[in-house]
């Protein structure tokens, strides 16, 4: 536990922390994640020479001092605190930068912006699963033309009720996501948390042979429909009825290395003792203009730091929001070396595919000159 890192209690896994003066690694996880997520990788990472740090985020796990309440200010799980928070357990730590950052799924936009904001702090960044689009935009030269005038992003409401007038009519999950329900649903699900949580984890990893993701033309509701019904939900079905269509058999659990019982049993523990509702939090961040409006500051702004991103072949996460991949390649970023994407893994690369992943890291980080231990 570290304590006091920007009004926060922060649960740590580490390793290689025995040996000073080791370059830091700083591993953000995403949801329904925990630091836990990583505990195929630290030990490549540590064994390479590095401090490896992955932390519970803000509203996971065992890291306390943020409100579980649907009702809680949401301000504190903004994507710049999220941000801040990264920033101060570096320094906590007694670091002045990282030699390499990973951040996963909802990790990604947050790796995005610390090295965004502080290029000096994070001078590499890889994205995993989740491309970054850029930052949103002030209106560009407007000043003596007819353009409308600056509206709040109405976007993922219309996409909402586009989505509703299908047939069979659906909702997109972060949408779900973010409703008063979801944390009671997925909390005390019929089938029990476990089985929830193991049919959740199947369904988005390589192990379930229906996930053939492919880029989406257009962010419109017919394109998304395309998504399987764990990404585009049919409406009205709970998180835990969804995939409950996809449990897997007990021969396809025994066979799952990389998440096994016991260690699902970990998962089972902390979001059965914790709920859900911190680590919803930031859906509903996501999806509310007026706390993304602070992300204006960094309107134009490019990372310009050395950057990568890391897909799993099977995962729907990297065409999930259309686009958003060819922006992160051509616009958002100006040192990309590259778009990996791993076979064999879908979602949750870093524990169904930690070798692979961890041969990627290494490659990428003397490509970047980023193994000079003199960051403390």
Not at 20 to 33: E, I
Not at 117 to 128: E, N
Request: proline fraction near 9%; glycine fraction near 10%.
């Amino acid at each position: 536990m570290i304590q006091g890192v920007n009004g926060l209690d922060v649960h740590i896994l580490e390793a290689g922390y025995d040996s000073p003066g080791r370059p830091l690694a700083l591993l953000l996880h995403g949801f329904p994640d925990l630091a836990y997520g990583w505990r195929h990788l630290i030990p490549i990472l540590a064994d390479a020479g590095y401090h490896v740090v992955a932390p519970d985020q803000r509203g996971f796990g065992r890291t306390t001092g943020w409100g579980d309440g649907y009702d809680a200010p949401l301000a504190p799980f903004s994507l710049l605190n999220l941000t801040r928070d990264a920033l101060g357990l570096v320094s906590a730590l007694g670091y002045r930068r990282t030699a390499m950052l990973v951040g996963h799924d909802l990790g990604s936009p947050v790796a995005a912006y610390c090295a965004l904001a502080r290029p000096d702090v994070f001078p590499s960044v890889v994205l995993m699963s989740a491309p970054f689009p850029g930052p949103p935009a002030f209106p560009f030269n407007i000043a003596y033309s007819e353009a409308s005038p600056d509206q709040p992003n109405t976007d993922s409401q219309k996409l909402a009720a586009a989505l509703a007038a299908l047939d069979p009519p659906r909702m997109y999950y972060q949408h779900y996501l973010s409703t008063s329900g979801a944390n009671e649903d997925m909390w005390h699900p019929p089938q029990g948390l476990h089985a929830f949580l193991r049919a959740f984890f199947y369904v988005k990893s390589a192990d379930w042979p229906g996930n053939k993701p492919h880029p989406l033309q257009a962010r419109t509701a017919t394109e998304f429909s395309k998504m399987p019904t764990y990404y585009v939900m049919d409406l009205g079905k709970t998180m835990p009825e969804t995939v409950a269509a996809f449990e897997p058999s007990v021969a396809e659990i025994q066979a799952c290395k990389w998440l096994t019982e016991p260690e699902l049993g970990v998962y089972t523990q902390e979001y059965y003792r914790t709920g859900f509702q911190g680590a919803l939090q930031a859906y509903r961040v996501l999806s509310d203009p007026e706390l993304n409006a602070e992300l204006r500051l960094f309107s134009g702004k490019t990372i310009d730091v050395p950057s990568l991103f890391i897909g799993g072949k099977s995962d729907w996460g990297t065409y999930a929001a259309p686009g958003a991949l060819d922006a992160m390649r051509t616009k958002a970023t100006t040192g990309m070396s590259g778009v990996e994407l791993i076979d064999g893994a879908g979602h949750w690369i870093q524990q169904e595919q930690p070798a692979r992943l961890g041969t990627m890291l290494l490659a990428f980080a003397r490509e970047v000159g980023a193994t000079d231990p003199t960051g403390r």
